[in-house]
């Protein structure tokens, strides 16, 4: 948001903003004039501060938004962790399970009975 002097009226101001009244984010150029040019200075003052305080809180807003990704990404990253350790689970088993049918079968060939499970 900023904020000047009407170039034609020391007692009017312009200035840019967003505005939401048509259910639409756009932005939009504002106009005012006031009854003396005491009032419009005292208007644009307080204008600027509040535009820069504004400023600070989409800072903080931004930050915010950037310390969520981060967290999203290490959970993202535990996930996948997680992932790789339950595969190496799964194939681990399947493995103790392929050594314990073989050695089923060899039982089976040495004795020439079928082992009971």
Do not use: Y
């Amino acid at each position: 948001m900023t904020v000047q002097e009407h170039a034609g009226n020391d007692k009017s101001c312009l200035w840019h903003a967003s505005d939401f009244a048509d259910d639409e984010l756009k932005d939009e150029l504002f106009c005012i004039r006031f009854a003396s040019v005491e009032n419009c200075k005292s208007f644009m003052e307080t204008f600027r501060e509040v535009a820069e305080s504004q400023k600070s809180t989409e800072e903080n807003k931004e930050a915010s938004a950037a310390a969520g990704l981060l967290e999203k990404l290490s959970v993202e990253e535990k996930e996948a962790k997680d992932k790789v350790e339950e595969k190496d689970v799964k194939a681990k088993e399947e493995k103790e399970t392929k050594e314990d049918t073989k050695k089923v079968d060899d039982s089976e060939k040495k004795d020439g009975e079928p082992a009971s499970t």
